[in-house]
């Protein structure tokens, strides 16, 4: 697989189907970024859209100092708190599409491992936009502190802030409603 650095030299040379393979690369974790923050699927397929496309219009803008997904998940964090910022009503807990794809196929043991899952995604959600994009890209997409600092431009304390009260918030959602499950934070 060809490293991000020459894909987007060829992007920056005319070869604009080159983006195309940075997309399909990152589709999924920036979607996943703008889900946690949006918790509305189409707003969240909309916010990664045009994450794709600030980011190939600003693709001349960005310095290889930081990693190339660090760059594009500040873009998707900031797009989709732009999202809610426009958005004129609060959503109610209707509106909000809960269903979770994927296959429990596999025996019992990836049947009870793809619940607790699926449950954990759910407490997630309900933690405050920031808070849960923070937890999942820490948690799921496994950034470190400094990456979030990156992603989310917020600094190093404020980060460690968020991430502990997000901590903190989803134990209390978990103890709350899924008394049933344990959880090691």
């Given at each position: 697989?060809?490293?991000?650095?020459?894909?987007?030299?060829?992007?920056?040379?005319?070869?604009?189907?080159?983006?195309?393979?940075?997309?399909?690369?990152?589709?999924?974790?920036?979607?996943?970024?703008?889900?946690?923050?949006?918790?509305?699927?189409?707003?969240?397929?909309?916010?990664?859209?045009?994450?794709?496309?600030?980011?190939?219009?600003?693709l001349d803008r960005y310095k290889a100092e930081s990693?190339?997904?660090?760059?594009?998940?500040?873009?998707?964090?900031?797009?989709?708190?732009?999202?809610?910022?426009?958005?004129?009503?609060?959503?109610?807990i209707d509106e909000i599409d809960y269903s979770l794809?994927?296959?429990?196929?596999?025996?019992?043991?990836?049947?009870?491992?793809?619940?607790?899952?699926?449950?954990?995604?759910?407490?997630?959600?309900?933690?405050?936009?920031?808070?849960?994009?923070?937890?999942?890209?820490?948690?799921?997409?496994?950034?470190?502190?400094?990456?979030?600092?990156?992603?989310?431009?917020?600094?190093?304390?404020?980060?460690?802030?968020?991430?502990?009260?997000?901590?903190?918030?989803?134990?209390?959602?978990?103890?709350?409603?899924?008394?049933?499950?344990?959880?090691?934070?």
């Open positions: 697989m060809e490293a991000d650095g020459p894909l987007i030299e060829r992007v920056l040379a005319g070869e604009s189907q080159a983006f195309g393979l940075l997309v399909g690369r990152y589709q999924d974790q920036i979607y996943s970024v703008c889900f946690s923050t949006l918790k509305n699927r189409d707003e969240a397929q909309e916010a990664a859209q045009d994450t794709f496309i600030k980011a190939y219009k600003a990693k190339f997904s660090s760059w594009l998940y500040r873009i998707a964090y900031n797009t989709s708190l732009d999202y809610i910022r426009k958005r004129k009503h609060t959503q109610s794809g994927g296959s429990t196929e596999g025996g019992d043991h990836l049947m009870e491992k793809s619940e607790l899952h699926q449950r954990l995604l759910l407490a997630i959600q309900e933690l405050p936009p920031e808070e849960a994009a923070i937890i999942r890209m820490f948690y799921l997409e496994e950034m470190n502190i400094k990456e979030l600092e990156q992603s989310t431009g917020l600094s190093n304390s404020n980060v460690k802030v968020k991430l502990y009260r997000g901590r903190k918030k989803l134990a209390e959602i978990i103890k709350t409603r899924y008394a049933d499950i344990e959880f090691d934070l």
